[in-house]
């Protein structure tokens, strides 16, 4: 076999272990959630893990707990070992990414000051608030 041909037989084979590796990583935070979620929350978790992954160099993989849509936004909260976060996701054409991340959760002025209406974003911190207490009352 020449150079070249080993050379991109090399690059593919690292290619596809990026994107096994990264399926398995998906498949591991989607599998900490505490219900089955529909479609959405699923493209809401995969797009949150993605913007860790690429953020933190692979440092951090978080698991999706719990996300609260309202319109095309929506905030998912998060564990990775011992840190908690929120990221607020939303719908651009019909996919969903991260526009904010934090280890920390959001207030309602914080998402008005990145560009959310002041209704959405109280509805947003009712919702995911709302979520984080029937899994308390609930465990």
Do not use: C
Not at 25 to 49: E, F, H, S, W, Y
Not at 60 to 71: F, Q, S
Not at 107 to 129: C, F, Q
Request: a neutral charge; zero cysteines.
């Amino acid at each position: 076999m020449g150079d070249a041909q080993a050379n991109t037989s090399a690059i593919g084979k690292q290619a596809g272990m990026r994107a096994l590796l990264l399926a398995l990583l998906l498949a591991l935070a989607l599998a900490g959630r505490a219900r089955a979620a529909p479609a959405t929350d699923d493209q809401i978790a995969k797009a949150v893990v993605r913007y860790a992954i690429d953020a933190q160099h692979h440092q951090l993989i978080p698991a999706v707990d719990h996300v609260a849509v309202v319109g095309n936004y929506a905030i998912a909260d998060w564990s990775s070992g011992t840190i908690n976060g929120e990221s607020l996701v939303e719908r651009v054409h019909g996919s969903w990414r991260v526009i904010l991340a934090g280890a920390v959760a959001f207030g309602a002025r914080e998402l008005v000051h990145d560009g959310i209406s002041a209704a959405t974003a109280k509805a947003l911190i009712a919702k995911i608030a709302a979520l984080e207490r029937s899994e308390t009352e609930a465990g």
